[in-house]
């Protein structure tokens, strides 16, 4: 295949991908109009968390801190103080950034498993915080009747235009994801993940490499959230909670957490089982739990690329 | 004329088990110094020491005249120290080009960008490339890092550490597990260093140690014994003493 | 005054739970590397069969052990059938401690309902303590006493048995205690019962106190993570210490400041993590 070839494929890939999404709505009833929006706020979730998982080598089981902020920040901003949407996402986006800075500040000091608890121990005080100031964040009840935003005048009530929107949303996401990942200091932050030591002796500051990344992962779970509240029209405290986190990793390990589109994917098959299963099984949580616990025994490098193997073995044989 | 490396009375214990004991050491520029001693003189503790994957306890380590005993690895890497290490530790899923290239943005300024491609960087590669030139390894570069041999392995950290232009460079067993023709080949490299890179180099091999070494310090249980000229060392009893000793 | 008396016993009593949860999770943490994100759910297990069993055995003790036995078998063999499969993959072993924990969660809510279940307290320590003008919640006394005996217990355990040796020796450095012969695999299951025992009878000991109900494992699991990164992995003074800093804090927290009890409870970690990243009594964990 020639240069122009693969320039020409690549287009037409493209080009394909916009008309299928854009295609999608007319195609196909609310309710899977709906579950396509959900599928976009749960693959940029997973998608920055990948960020982490993937390219830093950090596994964090409090991504869902950010979402939450950025719900929080924006439903508070919005509901009780009079902000418009305008000003309120803006402000929901830098205070969460601004927490991920911190969290990340005193995540660090540690990595591995540590890394991992401290980041735990952060969303949960979040996630008690939210349940017990109740003043702010009306606790249990979670913060209602909350809108969503109209940019340019457009109504995003309809399914149809929330869609379009989170649509684009997540391709902005994903592009500048893919963008960083493939850079300079994408490249340096790969190089962390597998050799620290020896990025270490080259010069490299792997300790502000990790910070800038959990930053800018934060940065985009905050985006995340916005989608999340804007969709609902509703935030509760569980958003912040374990089961949230657990979610968005399920999906960066179903997926496989070595590609950018992985999580994307990932992301797909988690909220398509959450809503088939919540059909037929009212025990989702034991679901996600026994699916955790069978992709790690037996597909350990992800869906994905374990469905992969599985299939080569079963067709190919002896390989 | 400053020294490359100047070491004052350093001490590192762990957990009581003294590894290095009131170390001295001067190193000039343009040296080829070496570093000798059975298993456990505490060789690579110092290497440690001076590269920054350790801090000691006590004591002063001076870079070309700087004083870096608190500062981190990769900040005495910018003051041009660069190191290789007993076990490799290089990104065997990546090809050998990218390792260079890795190497190299280290020290550079582009490291830093987080939205351009890495592949709009020709410089690197065309550095990178020269290099491996240099290490006679340009031809894999575009294999994956875990298909090349030890031997080639070998060669590879070394152009890792040259591609950092170094001002000291710390050799920790660069021989260790090389066939016959792959030390000479690897010692021909290190000859071939140019004066302005100042060598240390810890090993165990004396043949060829002994042929690139001009000085040579020889440690026992954390505690520098001998340190002279090569002939001074070569001559001195407790060398011997050292190595046949217990 | 009186609030005082109440609130301190309300701490050290939470104090005293929390050492018998966050010992047995830094144990395993200290020993095995793994965060056994699972540990929250053997207290909430161990609280819900403790309430099912006191029907059969009216005696909170026994009815503690008993459970305990049982939690201690369950996590053999999760141990033995799963964890020891992914040795070597710690992220691997911490997700599917984390799966565990959803499917015991689940399950409790299945079997036992969505509404919380008391555990009385035992009869005989109904009555209140009178001392010196002041009213003590006898119970609550009697749990600090027991925290306190397991302590000296697990002490002794460490200290001066040789099961303490082993266990100190795979703390302080695995490979060694592997090359000197010590029989890690066993080892391992040892303390990883040893834990969810602790855990499992726990729950039934806090069972007059907290009570089962659905969450709170949820509810446990981030105050043993805060006591064992305040205390430092692998080190059961840490863990005494930690657990007793935590109960106080977030008891007088949540007194005082209920609406930031959560935030209150974060400054003392930030603060040890800021200065000793490794815990107030913690090891160096590679």
């Known amino acids: 295949m020639s240069a122009a070839d693969m320039v020409r494929s690549r287009v037409a890939q493209i080009a394909l991908l916009v008309v299928l999404l854009g295609a999608y709505p007319w195609l196909i009833g609310e309710f899977y109009v709906n579950l396509a929006s959900q599928i976009f706020i749960a693959a940029v979730f997973a998608a920055s968390l990948n960020l982490l998982v993937g390219y830093g080598g950090l596994t964090s089981l409090g991504h869902a801190s950010f979402l939450g902020l950025a719900a929080y920040l924006s439903g508070w901003l919005t509901l009780k103080m009079g902000f418009t949407h305008g000003a309120a996402a803006p402000l929901a986006l830098a205070g969460a950034t601004l927490m991920a800075g911190l969290f990340g500040l005193i995540a660090l000091r540690a990595t591995g498993l540590g890394f991992l608890m401290i980041t735990l121990a952060l969303s949960q005080v979040l996630w008690g915080t939210a349940y017990r100031w109740v003043s702010v964040t009306d606790g249990d009840n979670g913060l209602a009747r909350l809108t969503r935003p109209a940019p340019f005048g457009i109504n995003l009530d309809h399914a149809t235009a929330f869609y379009y929107f989170a649509a684009l949303v997540t391709v902005l996401a994903v592009w500048m994801m893919a963008r960083f990942v493939a850079s300079p200091f994408g490249a340096s932050l790969r190089g962390t993940r597998d050799q620290p030591r020896r990025m270490s002796s080259m010069g490299h500051d792997v300790w502000l490499l990790r910070w800038i990344t959990f930053v800018y992962s934060g940065f985009w779970g905050a985006v995340s959230g916005l989608l999340f509240v804007y969709y609902n029209k509703y935030v509760h405290p569980t958003s912040f909670a374990l089961t949230s986190s657990a979610e968005g990793l399920l999906a960066v390990i179903a997926g496989g957490s070595g590609t950018v589109l992985g999580p994307l994917a990932g992301a797909a098959i988690v909220v398509l089982l959450k809503n088939y299963v919540s059909g037929y099984v009212e025990r989702w949580n034991m679901l996600l739990g026994i699916v955790f616990v069978l992709i790690v025994v037996f597909m350990p490098r992800g869906l994905v690329p374990g469905l992969r193997r599985w299939r080569e073995r079963r067709s190919g044989g002896r390989a | ?246 | 005054m009186q609030f005082w008396v109440i609130q301190t016993l309300n701490s050290l009593a939470l104090g005293g739970l929390l050492f018998l949860l966050s010992a047995g999770f830094s144990l395993i943490f200290g020993l095995m590397r793994i965060a056994n994100l699972t540990h929250g759910a053997f207290f909430m297990l161990g609280a819900y069969l403790g309430a099912s069993v006191m029907h059969a055995v009216p005696n909170l003790w026994l009815a503690a052990l008993l459970v305990g036995l049982a939690v201690a078998l369950l996590g053999g063999l999760f141990e033995r059938g799963i964890l020891r499969k992914l040795a070597g993959n710690s992220l691997g072993q911490v997700l599917v401690t984390l799966g565990m924990a959803f499917i015991i969660a689940d399950s409790c809510l299945l079997i036992w309902g969505g509404d919380p279940i008391p555990i009385l307290t035992p009869p005989a320590l109904q009555a209140p303590l009178r001392v010196a003008g002041y009213v003590f919640p006898t119970y609550r006394v009697v749990v600090v006493g027991i925290a306190i005996v397991v302590a000296i217990a697990l002490y002794l355990l460490m200290e001066k048995t040789r099961l303490g040796a082993m266990i100190r020796a795979g703390v302080d450095d695995m490979d060694m205690a592997r090359a000197v012969g010590i029989p890690v695999s066993r080892l391992f299951s040892t303390v990883f019962c040893l834990g969810a025992l602790l855990a499992g009878a726990g729950g039934v000991i806090g069972g007059p106190i907290l009570s089962a109900y659905p969450g709170l494992d949820a509810d446990m699991l981030p105050l043993a993570l805060i006591v064992v990164i305040l205390g430092g992995v692998g080190s059961l003074v840490g863990a005494f210490v930690g657990s007793f800093l935590v109960g106080f804090v977030y008891t007088f927290g949540i007194a005082l400041l209920p609406d930031l009890a959560y935030v209150i409870l974060f400054l003392p970690m930030i603060v040890v993590i800021a200065f000793r990243p490794r815990g107030l009594f913690g090891r160096a964990t590679t």
Do not use: C
């Open chain 2, 1 to 246: 004329m400053i020294p490359a490396l100047e070491i004052s009375d350093l001490n590192k214990a762990f957990g009581g088990v003294s590894a290095t004991s009131g170390v001295e050491m001067r190193v000039m520029p343009g040296a080829r110094h070496l570093i000798i001693g059975p298993n456990g003189a505490g060789k690579t503790t110092l290497f440690n020491l001076i590269s920054g994957d350790l801090y000691g306890d006590s004591g002063s380590i001076r870079l070309f005249g700087r004083e870096v005993s608190r500062l981190p690895p990769h900040r005495r890497a910018h003051l041009g120290l660069a190191r290789t290490y007993q076990i490799i530790t290089l990104f065997g899923e990546e090809s050998l080009e990218h390792n260079l290239v890795l190497s190299q943005l280290g020290l550079s300024p582009l490291r830093w960008r987080p939205f351009a491609p890495l592949d709009r960087f020709g410089e690197l590669r065309q550095e990178a490339r020269a290099v491996l030139a240099r290490v006679n390894l340009d031809h894999l570069a575009e294999r994956r890092l875990g298909e090349l041999s030890y031997g080639e392995r070998r060669r590879a950290e070394m152009a890792m550490a040259l591609a950092q232009r170094p001002r000291l460079l710390l050799l920790d067993e660069p021989f260790a597990g090389l066939s016959r023709e792959e030390r000479t080949v690897l010692k021909d490299l290190i000859a071939g260093v140019p004066r302005e890179v100042t060598i240390i180099l810890i090993e165990h091999d004396m043949d060829i140690a002994l042929e690139l070494a001009e000085r040579i310090t020889v440690l026992h249980y954390g505690k520098v014994i001998v340190d002279g000229t090569r002939a001074e060392v070569v001559a001195d009893p407790r060398t011997r003493e050292v190595y046949l000793g217990d």
